[in-house]
C-alpha cells in the first residue's frame, strides 16, 4: 500500500509538472491584460487574444489545427486540413473550403461556384445577357443558359445541354448509341460515337464510319480525308488564301506538309523531321526528337539535346536547361520589367524581378523541404519549413500552417515572429 500511494503521488506531481510547463513555457504565457487588449496563452493547447475594444480577436487550439479570427475586416475559422471557412467583409465575398484541393466553395461578386471532387459541382454566374448557373450529383446534372433556357439530363441515360463546352447545344440517347450536336449553324448527328457521324450545315459537311473511311469539310476553307485511321489521312487546308497547304499522312512511316513557301518532311513521325518555311526565314531538323532538335528563324534560335541541353531565344525572352531536371532557367522581359526564373530539380525555385534601371524590385527563393522567403518592395516574409511547394491561396491556408514552424514578417518598421505555433510570439498580432 505504501508503494502503490508513493506510486500516485509520484503521477500527480508530474502531471503537475507537465501543467506548469504549458502555463509557463511561452514568453507571454498564462494570463495577461495590457492596454492593447487581452492574452490568455497556454501553448501549445490554447491561445486567445483580444484586443480591449472587443472588435478583433484570434483563437488557437493544439496549435495551427484549430484557428479562428474575427475583425471589422472578416471571420475566418479552420480545422486544418479538413475545413476552411473565411469572410471578407471589404469584397463581400465568402470562401469554404473542406478537404482541400478536393473540396471548394466561393461566393463574390454575383459569383458563385462550388465543387467536391468528384461527386458534385456547381457554378452559378451573371452574365451580360442574363443569369448562367450548372449543377451536377454524380450522372446527374440541370442548368440555366445565359438566355435563360433550362436543361437536364441523367448520364448516359438522357439529358442536353446548352451552351456548353464550347457548343450551342448537345443532346444524347442511352450514349454512345445516340448522341446529337448543333454549333454556329451546323448540325452533327453521332450513332455508336465514334463509329458513325454526320456533319452538314454552316458551310460544314462531313461524314465518317471510323476506323475505315470518313471525311471532313469546311466549305473554301479546308479537307481532311482518312481510310483505317490513322493509317492513311489527307488533308488540304488554307483554300481561302493564296498558299493553299496539303499534308499527307502514312502513319507512321512518313508526313509530308507543302505549300508555295513551306514544307515539311517527317519519316517515322515525329522522331525524325525536316521542316522549312521561307516566311519566317524558319527550318527545323529533329533526328531523332525529341532527343535531339535544331530549329531557326529570323528572330529565333533554339537547340535541344535531351536531357544534356536546352536553348531557346526569342526578343525578350530566354528559356535555357542544363541536365533536366537538375537545372532550368527564363529571362523574360514584360514592358519595363524583366523576370528572371531559376528552378534546381522543379521543385527548387528562385524568382527575381528587376524593373527599367536592372534594380530588384521583388525576389522569391523557394527550398524545398527547409524554407520560402519572399520580398515585394518593404514588405519581407520567411517561413520554414516548406513540405509542400505550391504557392496557391487554398494550400496557404489549408496546409502550410501545418508545417510552418517558423514564420517572419516585416513590412515597413513593423515586424512580427511566431515560432512553433505560439511559444514565442512578437509583434502586432492584428497586423
Known amino acids: ?61 493544439l496549435g495551427p489545427l484549430i484557428y479562428r479570427r474575427k475583425g471589422a475586416e472578416g471571420e475566418e475559422f ?40 468528384p461527386f458534385t459541382t456547381l457554378r452559378d454566374e451573371q452574365g451580360e445577357e442574363g443569369r448562367e448557373n450548372n449543377f451536377s450529383l454524380f450522372l446527374y446534372f440541370r442548368g440555366q443558359a445565359e438566355e435563360g433556357e433550362r436543361y437536364w439530363g441523367v448520364f448516359p441515360l438522357y439529358g442536353q445541354l446548352v451552351g456548353r463546352f464550347g457548343r450551342d447545344r448537345i443532346r444524347f440517347f442511352l450514349w ?59 488533308r488540304v487546308g488554307d483554300l481561302d488564301t493564296d498558299d493553299p497547304e496539303r499534308e499527307y499522312f502514312l502513319f507512321p ?8 513557301r513551306a514544307r515539311q518532311v517527317a519519316i517515322l513521325w515525329p522522331f525524325f523531321r525536316y521542316a522549312v518555311d521561307e516566311r519566317y526565314g524558319y ?48 529571362d523574360d522581359q514584360f514592358g519595363n520589367q524583366r523576370e528572371v526564373v531559376r528552378r534546381y530539380l522543379l521543385v527548387n525555385r528562385i524568382k527575381t524581378v528587376f524593373n527599367d534601371k536592372g534594380e530588384v524590385t521583388s525576389k522569391q527563393v523557394s527550398i524545398w523541404p527547409f524554407f520560402r522567403y519572399t520580398r515585394e518592395g518593404d514588405e519581407v516574409k520567411l517561413y520554414l519549413l516548406n513540405l ?10 489549408n496546409w502550410a500552417p501545418l508545417y510552418t514552424v517558423f514564420r517572419y514578417e516585416r513590412r515597413a518598421s513593423r515586424k512580427k515572429w511566431d515560432v512553433l505555433w505560439g511559444l514565442y510570439e512578437r509583434g502586432d498580432p492584428w497586423d
Open 283 to 330: 527550318k527545323r531538323w529533329d533526328a531523332p526528337w525529341p532527343f535531339i532538335s535544331f530549329s531557326r528563324a529570323e528572330k529565333m534560335r533554339r537547340v535541344m539535346l535531351f536531357p544534356l541541353y536546352h536553348s531557346k531565344e526569342v526578343p525578350g525572352d530566354r528559356t535555357r536547361w542544363i541536365l533536366w531536371p537538375l537545372y532550368q532557367s527564363w
Open 1 to 61: 500500500m505504501k508503494h502503490r500511494a508513493e506510486g500516485v503521488e509520484r503521477r500527480n506531481f508530474i502531471l503537475a509538472g507537465i501543467v506548469l510547463f504549458f502555463v509557463l513555457s511561452a514568453p507571454s504565457a498564462g494570463l495577461c491584460t495590457e492596454e492593447k487588449g487581452f492574452t490568455l496563452n497556454l501553448w501549445p493547447l490554447f491561445k486567445y487574444q483580444g484586443d480591449s475594444e472587443g472588435s478583433r480577436s484570434k483563437l488557437r487550439i
Open 176 to 234: 454512345p448509341i445516340y448522341s446529337d450536336v448543333s454549333d454556329e449553324g451546323a448540325y452533327i448527328w453521332t450513332f455508336l460515337w465514334p463509329i458513325l457521324s454526320r456533319t452538314r450545315g454552316g458551310g460544314k459537311k462531313a461524314f465518317r464510319v471510323w476506323p475505315l473511311w470518313g471525311y471532313k469539310e469546311e466549305e473554301h476553307i479546308s479537307r481532311t480525308d482518312f481510310v483505317l485511321w490513322p493509317f492513311f489521312t489527307r
Open 253 to 260: 512511316l512518313y508526313r509530308g506538309v507543302r505549300s508555295k
Open 78 to 117: 479552420a480545422l486544418r486540413p479538413l475545413f476552411y471557412w473565411i469572410k471578407d467583409s471589404k469584397e463581400n465575398s465568402l470562401i469554404v473550403e473542406y478537404l482541400y484541393p478536393l473540396g471548394k466553395f466561393k461566393r463574390e461578386d454575383g459569383y458563385t461556384r462550388n465543387y467536391i471532387v
Open 388 to 397: 509542400i511547394p505550391l504557392r496557391y491561396e487554398g494550400f496557404e491556408r
